[in-house]
């Protein structure tokens, strides 16, 4: 198990969110959050659902006011990301339980698939190279500061609980 404790988050929106690199924490006061990224326009994510691709950067800032969604923006420096984010994406369909989840194409942008096996992980991997520029806290108190502790275990009750879910309101 491990959390992460975030140093100084900012209390409001990023100003500039299409110019930069941002690993979206939804929920982040929850066990588990979910996780997405954006690249300058573009949000990419991998939900119980689909696999959203390409999705409009604005709509999702629009989405997380709208329902006042506690979200944690990290701001990327300048990591080198070795593959395109479309292609990445293209080769799930959805999170399930026993994998992949939806740190799964994050770990392979950021090219760490062999030491992340938790949001944690790479949110500690970004520290210690000095990639973390900035963390924004939107929709949570000002007493927020980290990821809770959760197991995969937890991850995996998650996203079966969800597909349950998703079955019976079929």
Request: proline share 5%; with cysteine; net charge neutral.
């Amino acid at each position: 198990m491990a959390g992460f404790e975030f140093r100084n988050p900012v209390f409001e929106w990023p100003e500039k969110m299409t110019a930069g690199t941002y690993l979206w924490i939804w929920n982040a006061d929850k066990i588990p959050p979910h996780i997405g990224i954006s690249r300058g326009q573009n949000y990419f994510s991998l939900t119980y659902r689909n696999c959203e691709i390409q999705k409009s950067v604005s709509g999702m800032v629009r989405k997380a006011k709208r329902a006042e969604i506690p979200l944690v923006l990290v701001a990327i420096n300048d990591w080198e990301f070795t593959r395109d984010f479309t292609s990445v994406y293209q080769q799930y369909d959805t999170a399930k339980a026993g994998g992949p989840t939806c740190l799964e194409p994050i770990k392979e942008l950021f090219g760490l698939q062999s030491t992340v096996n938790q949001l944690a992980d790479l949110l500690r991997e970004i520290e210690n190279r000095e990639q973390l520029k900035q963390v924004f806290a939107v929709n949570l108190g000002i007493d927020f500061c980290a990821i809770p502790d959760y197991s995969i275990a937890e991850i995996m009750s998650r996203i079966e609980l969800l597909h349950e879910t998703k079955r019976t309101k079929s």
